[in-house]
């Protein structure tokens, strides 16, 4: 058997035993994953966290946390874009803001996450988008001030913590965009 088809067969069994319930198998396909993962296996670990127990999650969530392979940034974004699971999606954003990875180029991206979701989305947001670095480009700020007034017509169901949580992104928002001019969201009134 060629080496790369061992490999694969050895990948498989990994990430098999990583949709186990057993904390001794889900360590030993994290650690397998860890030296010889790669950003298309990560699906199938954002999968695995779906009705785990809580300490399978935070092995995951935590394993999901070291990633330094800045090609695993796109795969965080496509899983999040697109998984309906919110207890999901917290999971993840969690191990995002736990992250050293550059989530910097998708600013907008958090700010409509945050206003799409509940509370806990919504802090996990700004808790990314603190984190980041920057400087943004205009039109990342641009954008992100349009969804923001888009949240703000809509006037939305919210609660009262979610609502602050929305205004800390929007001062956020507004402090990176400092020189710009086109200031559509926040007006001195």
Known sequence: MSTAKKSDAKS???L???ALQDISSVTE?????REKGKAQHLTAVFESLKG?????????????SDILDTSAVDTFIDFLENEPDAETR????AAIWNSKLPFDAHLPFFVMLASQGDFLEALDC?????????PFEEAQLLEAQLLLKEYLEEK?????QKAQIMSEIAWFVKEQNEGIDADLLLDDE
């Open 90 to 93: 917290k999971l993840v954003l």
């Open 52 to 64: 785990a127990e809580r300490s399978k999650q935070q092995l995951i969530v935590g394993f999901l």
């Open 156 to 160: 939305a169901p919210q609660t009262d």
């Open 29 to 33: 396909a994290l650690n397998y994953l």
């Open 12 to 14: 498989i069994e990994m």
């Open 126 to 134: 700004l808790t990314i988008l603190e984190n980041m670095s920057g």
């Open 16 to 18: 098999q035993k990583l």
